[in-house]
Antibody, heavy 116, light 107 residues
């Protein structure tokens, strides 16, 4: 079975940095695009970033220049380096497996809280 | 940027009733639309992809239709476990966008 497990969420102050991780199992990680999607409490889903199989990267405008997505195929791992964090970045962050136009598997999420 | 508008925001129905959820795109997206279900405290789950294809393990009571700018998710007869929030989603070049969601709750 496909499994995605996120970690790294924390409470931190505005301006801080954090690195999220997602470990994948049950499929050939290197063969899939991988995404980060976030959800603020009580709000809808917001796509954050994608990294392709050849490590091309794309970002939502709200995080471009502050967040960096990366992957380490040897460790079946996806990362999200988040810098210059703002209160508006407070959310549950999900990693999701991409299938071109859509996401077919999701992790359970990790909570990032940015507050002074 | 393509915007997705879902309606209604909330749908109050009883078990056994038919649910019809709408998703309208601001520009034509051919058939590249997906639907997800999310229950409280859980991750989203893929229901429908490419407008009308059911994902693995999704019951036949869920169906998707539409193309261009207007799409519909239909639940033919609501089961107790179907009360949840539903999101539509599309890809526009290298950006992925979600609708704001429709909550299906118990009448």
């Amino acid at each position: 079975d496909v499994q995605l497990v996120e970690s790294g969420g924390d409470l931190l102050q505005p301006g801080g940095s954090l690195r999220l991780s997602c470990v994948a199992s049950g499929f050939t990680f290197s063969s899939y695009d991988m995404h980060w999607v976030r959800q603020a409490a009580g709000k809808g889903l917001e796509w954050v970033s994608v990294i392709g199989t050849t490590s091309g990267t794309w970002y939502a405008g709200s995080v471009k220049g502050r967040f960096t997505i990366s992957r380490e195929n040897a460790k079946n791992s996806l990362y999200l380096q988040m810098n210059s964090l703002r209160a508006g970045d407070t959310a549950v962050y999900y990693c999701a497996r991409g299938r071109g136009n859509y996401f077919d598997s999701w992790g359970q999420g990790t909570l990032v809280t940015v507050s002074s | 940027e393509i915007v997705l508008a879902q309606s209604p925001a909330t749908l109050s129905l009883s078990p056994g009733e038919r649910a019809t959820l709408s998703c309208r795109a601001s520009q034509s997206v051919s058939s590249s639309l997906a639907w997800y279900q999310q229950k409280p405290g859980q991750a989203p789950r893929l229901l429908i992809y490419e407008a009308y294809n059911r994902a693995t393990g999704i019951p036949a009571r869920f169906s998707g239709s539409g193309s261009g700018t207007d799409f519909t998710l239909t639940i033919s007869s609501l089961e107790p476990e179907d009360f949840a929030v539903y999101y539509c989603q599309l890809r526009d070049n290298w950006q992925w966008t979600f609708g704001q969601g429709t909550k299906v709750d118990v009448k």
